[in-house]
Each structure stands twice: as C-alpha cells, then as structure tokens.
C-alpha cells in the first residue's frame, strides 16, 4: 500500500499534505482513496457513548462480592536494576530454566526456590521462572492467573543477566509469555507452545 | 507488608510532572490514580467513577471483539471486577485506563479461544449500533446511514480476530497505536498491517456502501 495513503487513512496526515496527495491522484484513485476514508470516519460512529441501563451498579454489585485488593506478593521481589543496553538483544535470549516445585506438607524445603516464599496452601505449586536475557532492563511474566498483566509480575534481575521470579499457581494448566522491555516473547525452553490466535505462542505450564 | 502508594507524578505518556493535568484524558487519569490509592486503602465504592469513566469504552469494545452485545457486557463487568481485585498489581508505569483495557481484551481473547462462540460471526453479529441522529437530520439520508452503520458493524464482526482486534481499537476506539501496542502486546508496524488489512477486507465486503450517500 501507497505509505501516504496509509498515513492519510491513519489521520497522520496534515490536512493541506492530505488535501494535495488526493488532487495528485487520478480519478478513480482518489475516489478509491476517499471511500476508505469515509470508512474509516464511519468506524468511529461505532463507539457507544454510553453504557447499557444498570451497568455501573451490576460492576459493582461483583465488586462488594471479592475481597479487597491487597499489594502483589511481587512486591518483595528486588527492583530490575537497569542495563545501558536496549532490548534488542533481549530476543536472542535463551531461557535457562522452568521448574515446578510442588511445596511440601512437612520437612524443611530441600532447594533454594522452595524455600523463597512463605508456606502455600495445598493444592498451590511454587514455580520459578527463569530467563536468560542480559541486555533487558525490564523482564515480566503475563499470564492467565494474573489477567494477562506485563507488569503485574516483574522478574527480579541476578548475576549474568539471568532473571528469575516465584509465582505460586493452583494446580492445572496454565500459559503465560515473558514480556522484556516491552516485548511479548514466548519462553524458549517450554517444552509445550500453543498458538494465542493473535500471532504468538504462548508456553504452557502444566502442574 | 507495606501498601504500595501511587505516585501523582503523570505516568509515560501522559505530561510532565510538575504540570498540572489540563485535557480530559490527564483529568480522567488523575481521578482514576486517586481512586485506585482510596481502593486501596479500603474505600470499594471508590472504584465506582472508575467504572463510570471506563464502563462504556468496555462493553462497546468487548461487544466488538466478541461479536456480540450479551457477552460483550458480560465480559466487561467481569474485566473491571478483575481490574478491582487485582488493584494490588497496578503498577505506576502507565495509565489505569490502559491497564483495565489489557484486562479486557485478555478477557475477549479467552472468550474467543475458549471456542465459547459457535456461530458464524455473520450471524451472530448482535452488536448495538449507537444512535445519534441529529436534530433536524434529513430522514432519508439518516436511515441509509444507519444501514450503513449496520452492514458495516456486521463486517467488522466477520473480520479475523486479530484484525477486528486492531481495527476496533485504532477505528472505533480511536486509541494511537503505541497505546494499542501497550494494551495488546502486539508491535507497532504489526498492527499497522493488520489495520490495513483489517480496511481491505471491510472495503471489499462492503462495496456500494462506502460510496459517497450509500445505498
């Protein structure tokens, strides 16, 4: 596609630019060129203005039913120090590690990820997360137990650029993403992908 | 453990930090941090102007990408009622608006994998068309526009769900594209193709429409 017309459709062209690119096409280009632009104007009008009867107070019905939110476990993770590097790099990163560590009833916790984190209740399996990613300044894991959220889990930034952070999940299967600096990047050690349908894979855990 | 205050200083984006919120979208932030810093400490109701500001933008995108008004509301006071309960997990690195979108389109992304929709997005394409005629409107041209409006809501329910997704948040919602980036996790030049796209296949689909009073 012409990239002006792109811009013009995109309302990133200034009026008089938009104005002197379509009187430099020829008829039937320019006609083309302005029933896409109708299209576009008419999509706005899709938008409603306003929400259905009674939507305000059904939300909030649902919400006086939850417990009150209370601050991420993530908070005592460590803040990623920043690196002077961009995130290019960061693709190329290899993942080292994903381990489930089914907490246990009674004896001391036998390795260092088990014994991060306090007791969990049963049923609940602590995961440690791990990715290789030496240039990131900033590496999170979204996933379906925490609303698909970048920043909801940061990762916490150890020697060699290796990022690792603990999640406690209920059993069953879960499929989450690594986000580093921005960018959604499926975990390359996950033995098991699956296709999100939107153009990327995310990687499954199953506990 | 300690609760977490939210900075006032703006979050990227938005304007510099000693400057006064002055558009609509600084004020709506501004009140929706302040909101967010009173949930948690304890205030639930507080969260209800937050679903004022927000609740409309929800169910009409929700009913977007779903294809259907019923599950698009459904979804949409199930995302805010998540956005309440993960408050915890806000971050003060970006608007609340967009971190509530996120939720949303997460939440319309597992619907649509879940395979909860069954039918042909044709015919299932029960999406309220908003209707503001106005005063005085000539009758005539305002009916074709509404059919217009129609067959082209019907369209966009037929687009691939990663166009319609694209497409509904820089057309219908008028949302930039680094802030579509934010909310779906998708680069930039990526959704600029699948926009493109997502406007080639509307314009082949709805053929005599788009010409200049419809048909």
Redesign the interface.
């Known amino acids: ?1 012409d990239p002006t017309l ?1 811009r013009l ?2 309302g990133a062209l200034p009026a008089e630019e938009a104005e002197a690119f379509l009187a430099s096409l020829d008829a039937p280009a320019r006609a083309e060129a ?3 632009q ?3 104007r ?11 009867p009674g ?2 107070e ?3 019905a ?3 039913a ?7 476990l ?3 993770l460590r803040t990623p120090r920043f690196s002077p590097l961009g995130a290019a790099a960061a693709a190329g990163a290899a993942a080292l590690l994903v381990v489930a560590l089914p907490l246990r009833q009674a004896g001391p916790p036998a390795t260092p990820a088990a014994a991060a984190p306090s007791a969990a209740a049963p049923g609940v399996v602590v995961t440690r997360l791990s990715l290789r990613a030496p240039q990131a300044r900033r590496v999170a894991v ?1 996933g ?1 137990f ?9 990762l916490a930034r150890g020697p060699g650029g290796a990022w690792t952070g603990e999640l406690r999940l209920p059993r069953g299967r879960h499929q989450y ?1 690594f ?1 580093v600096d ?3 990047v499926t975990d390359p050690a996950a033995p098991v992908t699956l296709d ?5 894979r995310n990687a499954v855990l199953d506990l | ?4 205050h939210l900075s006032a200083v703006p979050p990227p984006g938005l304007a510099a930090a000693e400057a006064a919120p002055r558009t609509r979208e600084e004020l709506d932030e501004a009140a929706d941090r302040e909101a967010v810093r009173r ?2 400490d ?1 205030d ?2 507080a ?2 102007p937050v ?2 500001r927000h ?3 929800l ?2 995108l929700c ?2 990408l779903t294809g259907s008004q019923a599950v698009g ?1 459904e979804l ?3 995302s ?12 003060d ?2 608007p609340v608006r967009l ?1 509530i979108l ?2 949303a389109v ?2 319309c ?2 619907w ?2 879940a395979g909860a929709r069954r039918e042909r997005p044709e015919a299932q394409a029960e999406v ?3 209707t ?1 005629a106005a005063p005085g409107a000539d009758p005539q041209r305002e009916v074709a526009g509404r059919l ?2 129609s067959a ?2 019907r369209a ?1 329910a037929a687009l691939p ?2 166009y319609r ?1 694209a ?1 509904t948040l ?5 949302l930039p ?1 680094q802030e579509i ?2 909310v ?4 930039v030049n ?1 959704l ?1 193709v699948r ?2 796209r997502a ?1 080639e296949q ?2 082949r689909s ?1 053929g005599d429409w ?3 009073d419809g048909r």
Do not use: C
């Open positions: 596609m792109q459709l995109d302005q029933r896409l109708r299209l576009a008419s999509a706005r009008a899709l938008a409603a203005p306003t929400p259905p939507f305000t059904a939300v909030m649902r919400v006086r939850r417990p009150a939110p209370r601050p991420s993530w908070t005592w979204a379906d925490n609303g698909w959220s970048p920043e909801a889990a940061p993403m986000v921005g960018e959604w999100d349908g939107f153009g990327h | 453990m300690p609760r977490r949930v948690l304890g639930a109701e969260f209800a679903v004022r609740g409309a933008r169910v009409s009913a977007r509301e949409a006071q199930e805010l009622a998540r956005a309440y309960a993960g408050l915890g997990h806000f971050r690195d970006g971190w996120r939720i997460n939440a992304r597992d649509l994998k309220d068309e908003p503001r217009a409006l082209l809501s966009v769900p990663a997704e497409f820089f057309h219908v919602e008028g594209y980036r934010a779906t996790g998708v680069r990526a600029k926009v493109h406007r509307l314009r709805l788009l010409d200049e």
